[in-house]
Nanobody, 115 residues
Framework: VQLVESGGGLVQPGGSLRLSCAAS????????MSWYRQAPGKERELVAV????????NYADSVKGRFTISRDNAKKTVYLQMNSLKPEDTAVYYC?????????WGQGTQVTVSS
């Protein structure tokens, strides 16, 4: 089982990034997928979640209207489009796959929002 995040980097406030998480080793289309983030000195927090078929999404209040989670089950990839980025969005972003008692995490990708 592997989840590999990519797309992080340094961006100026107001900018955009798209994160990707490529999955392998499990039946991706059967799993809910989520993005979490963890800023230095803070607990990991849920950012967004998408249902297995992609028809249902949910977001943390802090990112509603700015971030969009999506998935491509054919490509076994989940995305996080991040717009209007703020310095407080700076964190390591992780993707997670969940189905019942099964849970898998990626290694994370750093997002830094700074001028």
């Amino acid at each position: 089982v592997q989840l590999v995040e990519s797309g992080g980097g340094l961006v100026q406030p107001g900018g955009s990034l798209r994160l990707s998480c490529a999955a392998s080793g499990f039946t991706f289309s059967s799993y809910f997928m989520s993005w979490y983030r963890q800023a230095p000195g803070k607990e990991r927090e849920l950012v967004a979640v998408i249902s297995s078929g992609g028809g249902s999404t949910n977001y943390a209040d802090s990112v509603k209207g700015r971030f969009t989670i999506s998935r491509d089950n054919a490509k076994k990839t989940v995305y996080l489009q991040m717009n209007s980025l703020k310095p407080e969005d700076t964190a390591v972003y992780y993707c997670k796959a969940v189905r019942g008692d099964y849970e898998y995490w990626g290694q994370g990708t750093q997002v830094t929002v700074s001028s």
